[in-house]
């Protein structure tokens, strides 16, 4: 999603200036439409706040990373910026992230009100570095005319073996794949380590063996050879669109919130099934989000707080940003947005389901170098299918370079 910033990022970590007025810098990743609502959000923000005013940064997603890793190495982070769980642990091991916790103590920043245990989303090791503004889990997109074709209605408790019946189905009956390639997708592989009792990642490790993903991307290979799974040359080919809105196949995993691009992409209904499961229940699901974070270098601790609490509990934001950042986190705020498109209802409904089936588990924080093992286990799964690196030898250098990233 490209994007250029609106306003450049000034320098120093907030400043003052006369009559009292505070200027923090804000800096997150996502396309124009986002920076559009999130700059209506500022607005109604400085409206509230007169003596708070708000330098705005954003860039794509890989951009904006490389752009905070030189600003944090350098001692000038943003004073408040949009974060993942991926890189928490990293960012607090280079005492980077503002331990929120002291704000919430003063009575700046609320952790009442949130949806799903969601306000413990951002804890690590007792502190508190995150707090969610929207929710999400990984879901599965349906090509819902080719589902219907191939009579194949997925519903909560489905097993991977009806899964995969169901795209041999979709492969036999319409001539084109089931799926787009599940085995580059570094959060559905901890689903599917989870319903065995494992995860992806532990505290500061991998937490599967060298077997485990043999026999994941064995058995992928084999898919992909079979058709059953999407040809990756093609699927390659096709982007920025998804395997599934350029007609190569039926179904593609990803999170629940992204469905919203399918509409736009492509001339098909589409529509989110159920996880598959290996016991007919637990599905090892989490709710994931987008949250906001402070940098530890800030002047202006106190306004930082006031301003995410502002952006995640004031319900005319809601009403603003929609579900661009997930579902969202507070009650105030979800009861606030109620979605009129299909998409938007589907997504909302995909997720109460969730809540209320309770198969909900709570996500262990990754560790630092989680980002690079994600980059690394997306890239070597590529080399796999387009069968230029044998699997034996991708699992081999995923974990050298896992273990490498992690001992970082």
Request: with cysteine; hydrophobic share 35%.
């Amino acid at each position: 999603m490209a994007a250029l910033g609106l306003t450049a990022a000034g320098c120093g970590t907030g400043s003052g200036s006369e009559g009292g007025t505070v200027t923090l810098r804000y800096a997150w990743w996502g396309s124009d439409d986002r920076a559009k609502r999130i700059n209506r959000s500022i607005a109604l923000f400085e409206k509230k706040y007169p003596k708070i005013k708000i330098k705005t940064d954003f860039q794509p997603y890989a951009d904006f990373w490389k752009k905070f890793n030189t600003q944090a190495s350098g001692g000038n982070p943003p004073d408040v910026f949009q974060n993942a769980i991926g890189f928490l642990r990293k960012y607090d091991k280079k005492n980077v992230l503002l331990d929120l916790r002291g704000q919430v103590e003063a009575g700046n920043l609320r952790l009442d009100g949130f949806r799903a245990g969601l306000e413990r989303f951002g804890e690590v090791d007792g502190k508190l570095l995150g707090i969610p503004v929207g929710s999400n889990s990984m879901a599965l997109v349906v090509d819902q005319t080719v589902f219907t074709r191939a009579g194949v209605h997925p519903k909560p408790g489905w097993t991977w073996d009806e899964y995969h019946a169901a795209l041999a189905r979709i492969q036999d009956g319409q001539g084109r794949a089931g799926d787009a390639g599940p085995y580059g997708i570094m959060y559905l592989y901890d689903l599917y380590l989870r319903q065995h009792g494992k995860a992806f990642f532990t505290t500061s490790a991998l937490g599967f063996t060298e077997t485990d993903l043999t026999d994941w991307w064995t058995k992928a290979f084999e898919r992909v050879r079979s058709g059953l799974y999407a040809d990756p040359k093609k699927t390659i080919q096709a982007k920025p669109k998804s395997a599934v809105t350029a007609g190569l196949a039926g179904c593609e995993f990803t999170w629940d919130n992204f469905s919203v691009r399918y509409s736009s992409e492509g001339k098909s209904q589409y529509g989110l099934a159920p996880i598959p499961t290996t016991d007919g229940h637990k599905t090892g699901q989490y709710l994931g989000s987008l949250m906001l974070s402070g940098s530890r270098r800030t002047k202006h601790p106190k306004e930082v707080a006031r301003f995410i609490d502002f952006m995640v509990h004031d319900p005319e934001v809601a009403k603003i940003m929609g579900y661009d950042r997930g579902v969202p986190s507070t009650v105030a705020q979800y009861e606030a947005y109620v979605p009129s498109d299909p998409v938007g209802r589907q997504i909302a409904a995909y997720e109460k389901q969730l809540v209320e089936s309770r198969v909900l588990e709570p996500i262990t924080p990754h560790p630092a170098g989680a980002d690079v093992v994600e980059a690394a286990f997306l890239r070597l799964s590529e080399e796999m299918s387009l069968g230029t690196r044998p699997v034996a030898d991708a699992v081999e250098q995923f974990f050298t370079e896992a273990k490498t990233a992690l001992a970082a």
